[in-house]
């Protein structure tokens, strides 16, 4: 039997993945990363994907079209033509079918790759922001002491919590409530905390 390498030299050998489509001419600048496809389900194309900065994994239902790819710069354009979901223990798993990845191998091939849509498909409001535009930020106290940098927002059940990475390398746990993060600047690249005794000792 042939190995599935050498179908390209088989008129009558099924097609391989289709997923391989010429990149898609979209400026990686204007796109945001929103899931991540972790693997196939099922044997007919469709994907499970990790939602990431939506905050509503339902407003995949609001997206025509999705890029997936390892990076912007190097993306693939597909329609979105189904969206259902699962719920696990870690939360909502979107269930997705997009055109054009119609097989397991098809899901495959796109396992592992993120999934990203362009920002005027976004429709936030005013008030809302990604993880990935606090990722990095300066974090310092309201006398001006530099406590860190934040390295990641953790979605609890109570509350967020923004993981600092502190100056000697240590991590500090701060709840992004009100009470103790006092002000976000994305301009100025920085958010002001009042951390209470032993938060970031």
Known sequence: MPSPSSSADDPDASPGPTYAAAYADVDPEGLVRVGFVFRPHGV????????EDTGDPTRY????????GARPQQVTRHAVTGVRYQKTKRGTTVILDLDGIDSRDDAEAITKRA??????DLDLDDEEIFIHDLIGLD???EDGTRVGTVLNLLEL???DVLVVRRSDGQEAMIPAV??????LDLDAGSITVRPIEGMID
């Open 44 to 51: 007919h194309g469709e994907l499970k994907v990790d939602p």
């Open 61 to 68: 239902e609001s997206w025509d079209q999705v890029f997936v």
């Open 115 to 120: 999934l990203f849509v362009h920002e005027d």
């Open 139 to 141: 974090v310092e106290t």
């Open 157 to 159: 059940p109570a509350h």
């Open 178 to 183: 009100d009470d103790f993060v006092l002000a």
